[in-house]
């Protein structure tokens, strides 16, 4: 079998997009933009992975270490053709076909990348060219044709007439070449006139000059060729991807009540018989599971919902796990490694922090949970709070099973709530409660008949 390589070149400067961030660094749902270029790779059996950037930093190895990649420094960005005489120390020991992508490219699909791949290994073919057409082609280079039809030359966008101009057919900017034939060619590359720039298109025609059989494969996907050079282009291939992430999930059994509205980044995962309501963003690692119902403007992030989850209106899920057919929201939030456990109810206004919760269990409403450890089956009055944080550290709150916590109490941490204690509303509670005990801890009340008519004759004096 022969034997596969990649490059994805990744070193442009990203001047249109006026950042300080590389351009493939950015994210497109959820995920950096090379990063879906490189995951096309992973079914191609592709031996080797070289990423051709202009420099390699820290950020860009954590992004990338999941990958086996292979940097190539670009040190000076004079064109395709400059980034491929960078690469060429690095393949002159290989033999079979190298893949040539961009790694602005996104929706390049997987079936294309085959097909491109097996034409230039069954055909014995020494280049193939990815081609489409564009009903508007400007900023991309152009297939010139003879009088039969045949490939004869690549014109970039830079270097064209104004009849080439008229030209639909365009270079997608995917290429698959046999290693030996490139490395023939690389040397007779030469800077263009007008910008300086070693164009790899230039190779086409140079190995047609030398006898090499060079050929195109045309793509009826024309988004495909979406490249992405500025921000406005970042939110058009931003829309096409989640259109296709949130179609994926309706025809695996998932209803999205208006689906141009919904945000699902591409790591999410969405079980069948789920209902997502219109406004609601999906990001990270998201599972969700078979059954749920997620209402309008919720935002859930790296977040783990089991069968029958119900969440309301405008409740943040972050790094929380909740368990099957329990109930959350509205106006609920959950941060910061909470595991909330099956049938149990977190309800409107109620924030819970760091904290596990168990079976059965009700907070439903107006209350903090911070650092806490909660049982089965226990009871969280209105306002309640767990008060963790002494102003130096945090400490920690348990609430055993079957407790009963009245409203407006405060627990100051470090603190037990012992099984089937009972807490008196209105307390406020310093030492551990023992089991089946009634923790009160509040003033008795006085009445003083007649003070409201002192305080008028006070005022009026």
Known sequence: MVKRYAIILAAGKSTR???????????????????????????????????????????????????????????????????????????????????????????????????????????????????????????????????????????????ISNEQATIHEINTGVICLKIPSLLKGLPHLTPSEQSGEYYLTDLFRILLDQGKKVTTLTTDYPDEALGVNNREQLSIIEMKLRNKIVQKWMLNGVTFLDPSSVYVDVSATIGSDTVIYPGVIIEGSSKIGAGCVVHGFSHLKNAVLEDGVVVDHCSIIRDSSIGRQTRVGPFAHLRQNCIVGHESRIGNFVEVKQSQIGNKTKAAHLSYLGNAEIGNQVNIGAGTITCNYDGKQKHTTVIEDEVFVGSGSQLIAPVTLEKKAYIAAGSTITEDVPKQSLGIARQKQVNRPGWTNDKTKKKKK
Not at 42 to 68: A, C, G, H, R, W
Not at 118 to 143: A, F, K, M
């Open 17 to 159: 997009f006026k950042s300080d961030t590389p351009k493939i660094m950015h994210r497109l749902c959820g995920k950096h933009m090379m990063l879906h270029v490189l995951d096309k790779l992973q079914d191609l059996q592709i031996e080797k992975t070289f990423l051709i950037v202009n420099q390699v930093t820290k950020e860009l190895m954590e992004v990338v270490s999941p990958y086996e990649v292979h940097f190539i420094e670009q040190t000076k960005q004079l064109g395709t053709g400059h980034a491929l005489l960078a690469a060429a120390s690095q393949l002159k020991s290989l033999t079979g076909t190298l893949l040539v992508l961009c790694a602005d490219t996104p929706l390049i699909r997987v079936k294309t990348l085959q097909q491109i791949l097996e034409t230039c290994e069954t055909q014995n073919t020494d280049q193939v060219v990815l081609t489409t057409s564009l009903s508007n082609p400007s900023g991309y280079g152009r297939i010139l044709r003879d009088t039969n039809g045949k490939a004869i030359d690549i014109i970039e966008e830079k270097e």
